[in-house]
């Protein structure tokens, strides 16, 4: 068995949450205001059901095959080869999409808050965290996001706290002002980050309880749209129109408060949380990405992969994109298609011929 | 690796000293003769010198004992200094010489005159036959009295130990307003009555155990049978028993033998000197070492929580205890991280620090020749230099010189302009807050410069980046097979009530199930004191 | 195994820390080699370009200095420095202000952002861009218009109470917004979304230099009208105060007013609320502005006033809703004249009638100055402080008045 620890379903809804949360947040409300303005709200209730949906997929995929990733269960429903293609392809693309993470959180960093510091730095300093964190298996991933998660709620709750006295009911008005269609258009870059509970097709086995993968997700989701419902409301009631101009808006809310109590500005103190939810995220993807790769190579260790997956990860992050504009276009535009069939698509397929084939446990055994 | 755990379960098994102070000695070639004593008083003795010597601690007194004319040559052999010697005349010589000669001559015959002995002349507690040299050996080196007669092969042993020892006093460390005050002494035995006498349950069980080739210390594994894990106990003796070393001198050679994570900066086994810590602890599940010759017991599992809790929590009552926790937890924080923030704000951030602050440590820092983090690292060294200074220095100068001596340097730096008086602030209460919480000690100057060294490199980012770092660190440790950091993580939050807060008693029912699955609860189910019922009238 | 695996651990711990230092440190700069900018004036320099003035703290000076009333140390000692530097772009006129105060410029402490007139008539756009996009800059920090230039008011060193002239504009701003309502708090978060907004025009507070005492004093007076990032007038300090109570920024206040007998008399403002509805009659917008507000007798000298009587109340309350009504007609008088909607009404009809508003916002600018705007103040004066009536002269007094009944206004 490759990895010996499990986690308990409080722990896999925490480390979702956190595998979502910091980008979600940081990235989403402008996104979601560009297309859906005022609304944007709206897009949010309407991408948690997405989310829900997707989710129902990957649990009832969970359900049949409890005891096996993605990895090994593709390889049994339709046959080795195209199997372990489908492994090579997760394996692959939790790296792709965890570099884009990477290289999210260290613009954000530059821009934000370090000018002057190469990139480079950034991310050599995070993967370096993120494989330390890794090689000491899921049991410590879990148990470093117990404290982690916690502390990016508690910075989200005293930002909310502060900005509510700045919100201004009428930057709702109108609703619907254009009708329902720049909601969805709005709501179309976030299913990516809703679809993100995918980290389960690889997690699921090693649940202490395997077969709750679906309540796991689902409240995951709906704790995650909560959220996100709670921040585009800040957003929007406080920074309203410019919120299309602001790249960052949660922390141009924070940058907006200024407690008269005791300090002048707060945001190099959001940031702290921030960091480190970002690089528990990282480290979830990069956790999967590993244990893809090691399952798919059938390696009794992923220790090494773990390391050589974190050198492609840097590398990948720093040489797929330009700048920032270039990824944050690559991120709105071009990628959601691509990455919903990976997320939400072939586990959908897969499932469709697991249940045509009666492969895996079926839906009402054990009841 | 089958080997050596053949060895420690054959060493469970054997009476007596498991790791053979015999077999070591034929190991190195030593000689002890012939094993078993003969029948000859002065072949007898001659093995025994040969062992041992003739050393000026080795008292010998020539007795002639029986009735007359049946007088049986006989020896006494003792360690000087080890025997109580007012009880030996009292117990043991006098009525070897009164009683003896009537009790032979009640009993005619060809009499085991150490079955007399033993049975109906020794008025000391303990008497025992002897047979073999080593036994002989080792218990004249333990300290006991040993009495060879001529003419028989065997010996009686009586303990009759009388050494000095420390009385028991209030431990100098742990210091308590409310509670008990006694604290454990070098001297095991005392230590082993003190514990019994707090936990009168069969269920406290001893294990002992003999560790060092040359010291023999006893060291004592105690647990609650039926509240312990049978399984912790077991790997705890298994890992005592393990230790192959010429001597034990203190308990913290027993730790560091024995700990989960010997190069964590983190201490995985706890110590106290307070007998009532041990019985509290030993009621959660724990088990605890004891070791001849240190006044400090460890306790394992130690979990991170323990550094922020003391024995005072619970006797005095829950709101103070609750608050103090919290300013515990984060005296613990600022301790390690405050430096490394300081730095950060400073040289990266320093928006994030209240204006007038920032006018003010600019103002303190103009003309100070060094860089921040140089400074901070300066001066953090010179803190815990006098620091320990304070400790080494005879107890009325020490305290003296750390504070006058921090005092003066501090004030003559910021003069001099060597230091800015932000910077030996902060060093200040650092050094002090770390105080709070002395279970950390050796976390905290290398953890403190870990981060700082990040944070002047990396700002707020590096900062973080460490303490991810060295918070994963400590998730990843374990302490006999329980994570470090429960039940913070993993989360168990009905235990947090005794954790950052310390929740009334009669809430904390249940035993932390982290420890032990043993006995779920620790109090029966309606311990919340109630009001007496209203039907007394209000006298005047 | 193990030993191998911890030693790997260590080294990796170095490897970080090392790896971290050895290309240096980026962002780092020492707190003593920064220079903190505590006010900005921007000016229209020559040919074009910008003239940036700052106003930067000395420390040492700031934290042993005596305070002195009138601010400035002893001795000529002052705990600032002002220097400027002159450049095509913001950026870069900031940026060579290091060359003046001879250490890295910091804008994180920005009090005050002070435009000269000139500048402010030609578009103050530069101004806010920077502000906005550079990570230093706060939108917080407030923004003002000198009625003369804005290197004037930064080299202005009167304090009053404060240390430093930036701290004493600033709070000043928010001290006189408390105590009297004649000013606007408008910072760049406000203007940028007043400007980005198609109905709604910005303000800011205006800076008038004065000298008293042979010391040169920069206070606030009044407000500057923008339409879009240029400016457009000046609101004097009543008229300030008709904005706000239209806008609803009302806090506290005075308000004076004349009693039927020629007295004087004050209510100070307990809170005000305003709703403003829109609606189309014919076609075209009308609105309805509702001013509820609460007041109580801070004053009168009126000694006949019979205050322990609800009519007199009633009838002070007409007096002062009067007095609101010409305030805030002046300000939309003013904003009329102006051609700018300062109030937001065009932002009003589009979240009241958005259908309405995408017929006329193309042309709103013209529309604005001739929309029927009804102005309904409910005043409700209820308190009397901590006095009745008031106290008249005794009977031998010359004024006696005793026996005469207390007067009523209805």
Redesign the interface.
């Known amino acids: 068995m490759l990895e010996e620890g499990r986690i308990?379903d409080?722990?896999a809804v925490y480390l979702i949450i956190t595998s979502i949360l910091p980008t979600s947040i940081l990235f989403l409300p402008h996104m979601i205001y560009k297309g859906a303005r005022q609304d944007a709200w709206l897009s949010v209730i309407l991408i948690t059901f997405f989310g829900l949906a997707a989710g129902e997929v990957i649990g009832r995929l969970a359900r049949r095959f409890p005891a096996q990733t993605i990895v090994e269960y593709s390889r049994e429903l339709v046959g080795p080869y195209l199997g372990g293609a489908i492994g090579l392809l997760y394996a692959g693309f939790f790296l792709y999409i965890n570099s884009f993470v990477v290289r999210e959180l260290a613009e954000m960093?530059t821009?934000?808050?370090?000018?002057?510091?190469?990139i480079v730095?950034?991310v050599?300093?995070?993967v370096?965290?993120v494989v330390?964190?890794v090689r000491?298996g899921l049991?410590?991933l879990?148990?470093?996001n117990?404290?982690?998660l916690p502390l990016i709620l508690a910075m989200l709750g005293a930002l909310v706290l502060f900005i509510i006295p700045t919100l201004k009911a009428?930057n709702f008005?109108?609703v619907l002002?254009n009708g329902v269609a720049p909601v969805v258009r709005g709501g179309f870059p976030a299913a990516v980050f809703f679809a993100e509970t995918f980290v389960m097709l690889m997690l699921t086995p090693y649940l202490a309880r395997p077969d709750e993968t679906r309540p796991v997700i689902a409240k995951a989701v709906l704790f995650l749209g909560g959220l996100q419902f709670l921040v585009i409301l800040a957003v929007i009631g406080v920074?309203?129109?410019?919120t299309a101009?602001f790249l960052f808006p949660v922390l141009?809310l924070a940058?907006?408060i200024?407690p008269s109590l005791?300090?002048?500005?707060?945001?190099?103190?959001i940031?702290?949380p921030w960091?480190?939810g970002g690089?528990v995220k990282i480290t979830v993807f990069h956790y999967c990405a590993t244990l893809a790769a090691a399952q798919l190579f059938r390696l009794r260790n992923y220790g090494v992969v773990a390391v050589i997956n974190g050198i492609i990860l840097g590398v990948l992050s720093l040489i797929l994109w330009e700048d920032v504009v270039e990824l944050a276009e690559q991120i709105a535009r071009v990628i959601p298609p691509y990455f919903l069939f990976i997320q939400v698509g072939i586990p959908l397929v897969l499932l469709v011929i697991a249940v045509i084939g009666r492969k895996g446990r079926q839906e009402n055994a054990g009841q | 690796m089958s080997g050596r755990l053949k060895k420690v379960i054959g060493r469970l098994f054997t009476k007596g000293p498991p790791s053979g102070y015999l077999q070591q000695s034929h190991d190195q070639g030593g000689s002890f003769g012939p094993p078993y004593l003969a029948a000859d008083l002065d072949k007898n003795l001659e093995a025994i010198f040969s062992v041992l010597g003739k050393g000026p601690d080795l008292i010998v007194r020539h007795l002639e004992v029986g009735p007359p004319p049946k007088l049986l040559r006989a020896a006494l052999l003792y360690a000087d200094g080890m025997v109580d010697t007012e009880l030996l005349g009292e117990l043991f010589i006098k009525p070897v010489l009164h009683d003896l000669p009537r009790k032979l001559a009640q009993r005619p015959g060809s009499l085991d005159v150490i079955d007399v002995l033993e049975k109906h002349v020794v008025a000391a507690p303990s008497a025992k036959k002897a047979k073999s040299v080593p036994e002989i050996v080792s218990s004249v080196l333990r300290g006991d009295v040993v009495l060879l007669v001529d003419s028989h092969a065997a010996a009686l042993v009586s303990s009759l130990r009388g050494f000095r020892s420390r009385n028991v006093e209030e431990p100098t460390l742990e210091t308590v307003i409310r509670g008990p005050k006694e604290g454990f002494t070098e001297n095991l035995r005392t230590n082993l009555s003190l514990l019994r006498r707090k936990i009168v349950h069969p269920g406290l069980c001893f294990t002992e155990l003999f560790i060092g080739r040359y010291s023999q210390t006893r060291v004592v594994v105690a647990h609650i049978a039926g509240v312990a894990e049978k399984s912790l106990a077991d790997e705890v003796i298994r890992r005592v028993s393990g230790i192959d070393i010429d001597g034990v001198l203190d308990s913290g050679y027993i730790e560091q033998l024995i700990e989960d994570a010997p190069y964590s900066l983190f201490p995985t086994i706890g110590n106290t000197e307070k007998p009532d810590v041990v019985a509290a602890r030993l009621l959660e599940g724990r088990v605890a070492v004891l070791v001849d010759g240190s006044p400090v017991a460890l306790t394992v599992p130690r979990l991170f929580y323990e550094t922020i809790q003391t024995p005072e929590d619970y006797y005095s009552r829950p709101y103070n205890s609750s608050i103090i926790r919290i300013i515990r937890l984060i005296f613990l924080i600022a301790s390690i991280i405050l430096p490394g923030l300081y730095v950060a704000l400073i040289n990266y951030d320093p928006e994030a620090i209240p204006q007038k602050l920032v006018f003010t440590i600019a103002a303190s820092r103009e003309g100070v020749p060094f860089p921040l983090v140089l400074e901070v690292v300066l001066f953090g060294l010179i803190f815990e230099g006098l620091r320990e200074a304070g400790v080494r220095l005879p107890r009325p100068v020490g305290s003296a010189v750390t504070i006058v001596g921090a005092l003066i340097i501090g004030t003559a730096a910021v003069e001099a302009g060597l230091a800015s008086s932000s910077t030996v602030i902060m060093t200040a209460f650092v050094g002090i807050a770390s105080f709070i919480t002395p279970g950390l000690t050796d976390v905290y100057i290398a953890a403190r410069f870990l981060l700082v060294a990040l944070a002047g490199v990396l700002g707020l980012f590096g900062l973080v980046m460490g303490m991810l770092f060295l918070y994963t660190h400590m998730c990843s440790l374990r302490s006999f097979g329980v994570p470090y950091m429960s039940p913070i993580a993993p989360s168990a939050y009905p235990q947090w009530k005794d954790i950052f807060v310390r929740a009334p008693l009669w809430l904390l029912k249940t035993r932390p199930f982290f420890i032990t699955k043993q006995s779920k609860y620790r109090m029966g189910q309606d311990s919340k004191p109630e009001r007496p019922p209203s039907g007394q009238k209000e006298r005047n | 195994m193990q030993v191998n695996k911890l030693v790997s651990r260590i080294i990796m711990v170095i490897a970080v820390v090392f790896l971290a230092a050895v290309p240096g440190c980026w962002s780092n700069y020492e707190l003593e080699r920064r220079a903190l900018v505590v006010a900005l004036g921007v000016d229209k320099g020559s040919a074009g370009r910008l003239l940036v003035s700052a106003q930067m703290v000395v420390p040492s000076r700031y934290v042993t200095m005596q305070r002195a009333p009138g601010g400035g140390g002893r001795g000529g000692e002052k705990p600032y420095f002002v220097a400027s530097a002159e450049a095509p772009t913001m950026a870069e006129a900031a940026r060579m202000l290091a060359k003046k105060a001879g250490r890295e410029v910091f804008f994180s402490f920005l009090e005050i952002v002070v435009i000269g007139k000139d500048l402010a008539k030609e578009g103050i756009a530069p101004v806010t861009e920077w502000v906005n996009r550079a990570r230093e800059q706060r939108l917080r920090t407030l923004l003002a218009v000198s009625a003369g230039t804005a290197k004037e008011v930064v080299e202005a060193s009167g304090a009053g109470l404060e240390r430093i002239p930036a701290a004493y504009l600033r709070s000043s701003v928010l001290a006189f917004l408390h105590s009297s309502s004649r000013v606007v708090r408008s910072d760049f978060f406000g203007f940028l979304t007043d400007v980005s907004l198609p109905g709604k025009e910005p303000v800011a507070a205006r800076i008038i230099v004065s000298k008293t005492s042979g010391k040169k004093q920069a206070q606030v007076s009044g407000s500057a009208v923008f339409r879009g990032y240029r400016l457009a007038g000046w609101l004097t300090e009543t008229e300030t105060r008709g904005y706000l109570w239209i806008t609803g920024g009302i806090r506290r206040g005075i308000i004076s007013a004349s009693l039927p007998g020629g007295e004087e008399a004050a209510f100070t403002i307990r809170g005000g609320r305003t709703k403003i509805a829109a609606s189309f009659v014919d076609g075209s917008p009308v609105f309805n502005i509702d001013i509820k507000m609460k007041a109580n007798v801070e004053e009168t000298h009126d000694l006949d006033l019979a205050l322990d009587r609800p009519e007199t109340l009633e009838g002070l309350e007409t007096i002062v809703e009067e007095q609101i009504s010409r305030e805030v007609q002046s300000a939309l008088a003013m904003a009329r004249e102006l051609g700018a909607d300062i109030f937001g009404l065009g932002e009003v009809i589009h979240r009241q009638c958005p259908a309405g508003w995408k017929q006329i916002c193309a042309d709103w600018e013209n529309i604005f100055p001739h929309v029927p705007v009804k102005v309904k103040v409910k005043a409700s004066v209820r308190r009397t402080e901590t006095s009745g009536n008031p106290v008249r002269p005794g009977k031998n007094s010359a004024q006696a008045v005793w026996g005469r009944p207390r007067r009523n206004i209805i």
């Open positions: 308990s409080r722990q960093l821009t934000n808050f370090y000018e002057e510091t190469p730095v950034f050599i300093a995070t370096f965290v330390y964190i000491h049991e410590v879990g148990r470093v117990d404290i982690v009428q008005f109108p002002e920074t309203g129109e410019l101009n141009d940058r907006l200024r005791f300090l002048t500005n707060v945001d190099p103190l940031l702290m960091i480190l690089t």
